[in-house]
């Protein structure tokens, strides 16, 4: 059974830092993206940032704040986030994609105040 279990969300003030976990299991994930999207209250989920065959991608809103990362032998991506703002409040969503197969994890909250 394939798990994406996401981890290190919470709440920070705006200037500060988070870094999101996400563990994967149940499969070998060498081939797939592994990335995050997120979801605000009221808006459609978005991409945040992927890793992909080595390359590293990234929304706009993000770049420069955001930094994806993988440890390929632990089945584990990671997303340090900062310099945060409050409209990257979102719930954050962990991703695993080998096309056309989409995993997802149960989403972390993170809260940036103001």
């Known amino acids: 059974q394939v798990q994406l279990v996401e981890s290190g969300g919470g709440l920070v003030q705006a200037g500060g830092s988070l870094r999101l976990s996400c563990a994967a299991s149940?499969?070998?994930?060498?081939?797939?993206?592994l990335g995050w999207f997120r979801q605000a209250p009221g808006k459609e989920r978005e991409f945040v940032a992927r890793?992909?065959?080595?390359?590293?991608y990234y929304a706009g809103s993000v770049k420069g704040r955001f930094t994806i990362s993988r440890d390929t032998a632990k089945n584990t991506v990671y997303l340090q986030m900062n310099s945060l703002k409050p409209e990257d409040t979102a719930v954050y969503y962990c991703?695993?994609?080998?096309?056309?197969?989409?995993?997802w994890g149960q989403g972390t909250q993170v809260t940036v105040s103001s």
């Open positions: 890793w992909s065959g080595g390359s590293t």
């Open positions: 991703n695993a994609r080998l096309a056309p197969i989409d995993y």
């Open positions: 149940g499969r070998t994930f060498t081939n797939y993206a």
